[in-house]
């Protein structure tokens, strides 16, 4: 009998302290930024000019993995921000590509496409947008399952998918759209505008932004860590002889896309910023006594940097305004918020490639793989094999899918077309490895390119033949690079940690984009994204 209240007693006493640990011990917000297209050595290249309240907050008194990369092919932006925020890779939360074949559907699928919904705010054309295609939880989605949907989670970012994926499928997501230049949402979220919403629309920022010129912040001759400014690998706007340096945004924005010719140019990042900012007033996040995830992708970067290259004077100059923009940011959070009682992460989905015509011009190994003359290859191969008919159904995102269904009927065994049309690539030119489907389903690939092609292959979802292109070559034109491949420079990101809860320090051992969901798990004492196969990372955590 005289157990019981001393039962009792302590069960009270661990609730309490289990409640009061809970009050300690976790952030008023969680920020998570992507840069969109952000390889790790601009912390190094551009580094001398950063301010002190932006990037270097992460390396002076935040955590950076220096050797942090993508695990998947192919390293594109849907899958990108899928796997920062699934702590998984494109073979589990299915997104695997920005756009992909559906073999039932018999077309392309978008990422983050949903035509039960519509627009709210915005155009219609913009607004069939949700994160339904995503198959696991995200962390976004952990924190609000982890307290009775207490914490808000809001995503945002001019790009459509760099907000909806990354606020899961329980949170808020913004876009900007390129042709009103509103945020926007869908009825997946919302059926109306919240207020803070349509009053941030009716102040017209996009237009104060638009009417200004970009111009480089340092005296230009001062870019010596970038090409010339003035060259033939970089893409000009419509309506201006040469790539270079002032843009006078008004004359320019009528034939570059109107409101979404601020994509291009770090007026996106600054416009993203003021949103954030507001999305923080608006909903009060980290102001209401529990830990609430703000998600910003940085859409801008990627634009310049397809545009120009990661050599050029105008990606340098947009990581230093971006600098600044995150400063602002910082400053403000410091303030709202209280230094130290937020943790940011800062990374990106994807790196990139050289431009190929200068790394050619420089006598290095690169070129352009032509899509349409390899499909037109693989048409005529299967055509003279195995007699007229429709084999290839599609050929994207260096995947074939070809065409079950006449194989069966032909009475011809699919995986020895799958096997043919395999080692026909190789004689492409650019073309250095493929697997097929059956290969992946059947090996297990522990290191390497095909490894990197498992981890994003989706036994459902993916093509039957699989390509890997040479180092330097990607699917692009003369002016302008990509990415997308599983080679260093485009898996090669930064990941670091700063604020709540995080030690000063630096770490060059292996990690991958997929362990930072599970790293903010163990950091807030919440579940696992459903699908998790990335680790938390140990040096930032011990
Ligand atoms: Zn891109």
Request: overall charge negative; charged content about 20%.
């Amino acid at each position: 009998m005289r157990k019981i209240p001393v039962l009792i007693l302590l069960i009270l006493l661990s609730v309490q302290m289990v409640v009061a640990q809970e009050a300690i011990k976790k952030p008023k917000l969680v920020v998570g930024i992507v840069v969109d297209q952000m390889r790790q050595e601009y912390f190094y290249r551009f580094g001398e000019r950063f301010g002190e309240g932006g990037f270097k907050r992460f390396t002076e008194q935040g955590f950076m993995m220096t050797n942090a990369h993508y695990n998947y092919i192919p390293t594109y932006t849907g899958p990108g921000h899928a796997s920062v925020y699934t702590g998984t890779t494109p073979a589990t939360h299915g997104i695997i590509a920005n756009n992909w074949y559906v073999r039932s559907l018999n077309r392309s699928i978008y990422c983050a496409e949903d035509s039960t919904v519509t627009n709210v705010g915005g155009t219609p054309e913009n607004g069939t947008i949700s994160p339904r295609n995503m198959l696991t939880t995200t962390i976004t989605d952990e924190l609000r399952l982890s307290n009775g949907k207490r914490s808000k989670t809001v995503g945002i970012a001019i790009k459509d998918r760099g907000a909806s994926l990354p606020a899961g499928h329980l949170g808020d997501a913004y876009w900007y759209d390129s042709e009103n230049g509103e945020w926007m949402t869908s009825t997946y979220y919302y059926d109306s505008l919240p207020s803070w919403v349509s009053g941030f629309n009716t102040k017209k920022v996009p237009d104060s932004y638009l009417s200004q010129t970009w111009n480089t912040l340092f005296p230009i001759e001062s870019y010596v860590n970038s090409f010339p400014d003035n060259n033939d690998f970089e893409g000009p706007f419509i309506g201006k002889d040469s790539p270079t340096f002032p843009y006078d945004l008004a004359a320019l924005k009528e034939n570059n896309g109107g409101y979404g010719m601020i994509a291009s140019t770090p007026y996106g990042n600054s416009l993203t910023v003021d949103f954030a900012l507001a999305a923080l007033e608006g909903e009060k996040l980290g102001q209401r006594g529990v830990t609430d995830f703000l998600a910003v992708s940085f859409s801008s970067p990627d634009y310049i940097g397809h545009r120009f290259g990661p050599s050029s004077v105008e990606v340098e100059d947009n990581y230093l305004r971006l600098d600044r923009d995150l400063a602002r940011f910082f400053d403000h959070l410091d303030k709202t918020i209280g230094a130290g009682e937020y943790v940011v992460f800062i990374t990106a989905d994807h790196a990139v490639a050289e431009v190929p015509s200068l790394m050619v011009s420089e006598k290095m190994p690169a070129g352009n793989f032509n899509s349409g003359t390899a499909l037109g290859q693989f048409r005529g191969f299967t055509n003279a094999m195995y007699g007229e008919g429709n084999w290839v159904l599609n050929f994207s995102n260096e995947q074939i899918f070809l065409n079950r269904e006449l194989a069966k009927d032909k009475g011809i065994d699919f995986e020895k077309i799958q096997r043919e049309v395999a080692e026909h690539a190789l004689r492409l030119k650019g073309v250095k490895e493929s697997y097929t489907a059956t290969d992946l389903r059947r090996a297990e690939f522990g290191l390497h390119r095909p490894h990197l092609l498992q981890m994003g292959y989706n036994h459902k979802a993916s093509g039957d033949v699989l390509l890997v292109l040479e180092p330097g070559w990607l699917v692009g034109g003369q002016r302008g690079t990509t990415h997308g491949s599983g080679y260093s420079y485009d898996t090669h990101v930064p990941i670091a940690f700063y604020g709540w809860g995080i030690k000063s320090g630096k770490s060059a051992t292996y990690a991958t984009v997929t362990d930072i969901a599970p790293t903010l798990s163990v950091l807030l004492g919440i579940r696992m994204p459903n699908g998790t196969t990335g680790q938390p990372i140990t040096a930032i955590l011990d």
